[in-house]
């Protein structure tokens, strides 16, 4: 038995193998009108076309060459033999040659000069669609197929499915947008945060919005150290008491250079002797020389200048001299 399947468009009969088949789960494209189609679902087997056996004839002698130079009494004597003595004795009856066999029938099928081609996974998908709704045949699809596949033509439904597509290509963009905003919002917060500082000092009309906020989490708003943008204008190191000459004062004013507000930086004082040795030395924060109830947070103002009065006990050391500079404060 031969294993064939037939094209659904043009009808044709295949021979087929089971590998064949098996390539794409059964879908193969037609060789003559290049229709994919499933060829599991038209599989069906016809009987193998008898091959006639061929009979044995009776041999035939052919006859002999005549020589060159013989004669054409000799030759017609040989053709023709003597008649027998005996008639009814020499003669032996010859039987009829059989008759010829049949000739076979034609095959069932007749195998076309096409082949079948397993087919892709893109043309699989096309197919597995055309299956569950075949289109009807006509004599303009089959000119239309003759020279290559028709072009897609929308459905109702494949509009609804571009239509339910787009809203979900929306909704992502909108959960991506949300997602983006919410993220830059918290860096936003984290900058704000981090950098609240500089943004006071810079801004000045914001710190008191940016205090509330601190207050709300517990956090203080420290402007920035900048000692290097903060110069030394005058400085005086003298006894003004003669009663208690190891009481001396220190004064000194400073002036801030920055655009911004700045924090009040930490005093560095050193003692000398007549040889410019080092007597003693002392950082003072803001909070040591700083007015009893002025907040160490306040900072000097842009392009603003400020008077520092310390007094020093410096016992027996008689100092002779001083250095005073100015170095980052510690933050409360």
Request: aromatic residues 6%; glycine residues 6%.
């Amino acid at each position: 038995m031969a294993i064939v399947t037939r094209c659904p468009a043009c009808d044709t009969v295949f021979r087929v193998v089971p590998a064949q088949l098996q390539a794409r789960h059964g879908m193969v494209r037609c060789g003559r009108c290049l229709t994919v189609f499933n060829g599991f679902n038209t599989l069906t087997t016809e009987p193998e076309p008898a091959v006639p056996a061929t009979a044995p004839g009776p041999a035939v002698e052919e006859p002999d060459a005549v020589e060159h130079g013989e004669t054409a009494a000799a030759a017609s004597a040989i053709a023709e033999p003597a008649e027998p003595a005996n008639p009814a004795a020499d003669a032996i009856p010859v039987s009829e040659p059989a008759p010829a066999a049949p000739a076979p029938p034609p095959p069932a099928f007749a195998a076309p000069p096409f082949k079948l081609e397993a087919v892709s996974a893109t043309e699989l998908a096309a197919a597995a669609g055309a299956e569950t709704d075949p289109p009807a045949r006509s004599h303009a699809a089959e000119e239309v197929r003759d020279f290559g596949p028709a072009p897609e033509q929308l459905t109702l439904e494949d509009h609804l499915f571009l239509e339910d597509n787009r809203e979900a290509r929306a909704r992502k963009a909108r959960w991506w947008a949300a997602g983006a905003a919410l993220a830059l919002a918290l860096l936003a917060s984290q900058a704000v945060y981090f950098y609240r500082g500089e943004i006071a000092g810079h801004y000045p009309p914001l710190r008191p919005p940016l205090a509330r906020l601190c207050a709300g989490i517990g956090c203080v708003i420290k402007l920035p150290q900048r000692p290097e943008l903060i110069a030394i204008e005058a400085s005086d190191l003298q006894a003004t008491d003669p009663a208690r000459p190891a009481v001396i004062q220190l004064t000194a004013t400073v002036r801030n250079h920055a655009s911004y507000d700045v924090g009040f930086p930490a005093l560095d004082l050193v003692l000398t002797n007549s040889r410019d040795h080092t007597l003693a030395r002392r950082i003072f924060q803001p909070r040591e020389y700083l007015e009893p109830g002025r907040d160490a947070l306040a900072g000097i103002p842009a392009r603003g200048e400020m008077t520092i009065s310390l007094d020093l006990d410096t016992t027996d050391l008689n100092p002779a001299g001083f250095r005073l500079d100015l170095m980052a404060a510690q933050q409360p």
